[in-house]
């Protein structure tokens, strides 16, 4: 299990709730990323309101991290183990402490950069 923010509805920050979900896992061509830093932008926040309700209930917010490699898919050539990352796009949310992505979704993060 891992920790994770989620909104089980729509509103204001206030609806944002510590929670516990499955950690996921790698498929094909995706990576595991832990999470070290969550970038928090304005359409996080669009999306939370509601402005979007075809967005299924509870969710989990974020489309930008970084973090550290923990685990890659098949089929995945640019990451190994214990790159640093970051990460934008992620519609799964990034909002936990462990996050999957696709490769093109991340890139290397330099050691001379902050998570943050």
Same mark, same amino acid.
């Given at each position: 299990?891992?920790?994770?923010?989620?909104?089980?509805?729509?509103?204001? !920050?206030? $609806?944002? %709730?510590?929670?516990?979900?499955?950690?996921?896992?790698?498929?094909?061509?995706?990576?595991? &990323? #832990?999470?070290?830093?969550?970038?928090?932008?304005?359409?996080?926040?669009?999306?939370? !309101?509601? $402005?979007? %309700?075809?967005?299924?209930?509870?969710?989990?917010?974020?489309?930008?991290?970084?973090?550290? &490699? #923990?685990?890659?898919?098949?089929?995945?050539?640019?990451?190994?183990?214990?790159?640093?990352?970051?990460?934008?796009?992620?519609?799964?949310?990034?909002?936990?402490e462990y996050v999957v992505c696709t490769e093109r979704q991340a890139g290397l993060l330099p050691?001379?950069?902050s998570f943050a």
């Amino acid at each position: 299990m891992q920790q994770v923010v989620r909104a089980h509805k729509f509103g204001q !920050s206030t $609806v944002l %709730k510590l929670d516990s979900m499955g950690k996921p896992r790698p498929g094909n061509g995706q990576i595991l &990323v #832990e999470t070290m830093a969550i970038g928090v932008n304005p359409i996080d926040a669009h999306f939370r !309101s509601g $402005v979007n %309700k075809s967005i299924p209930l509870p969710f989990l917010p974020g489309m930008d991290c970084a973090g550290i &490699v #923990e685990e890659i898919g098949s089929n995945v050539m640019s990451f190994k183990k214990g790159d640093r990352v970051y990460l934008g796009g992620v519609m799964s949310g990034t909002y936990a402490e462990y996050v999957v992505c696709t490769e093109r979704q991340a890139g290397l993060l330099p050691d001379s950069q902050s998570f943050a």
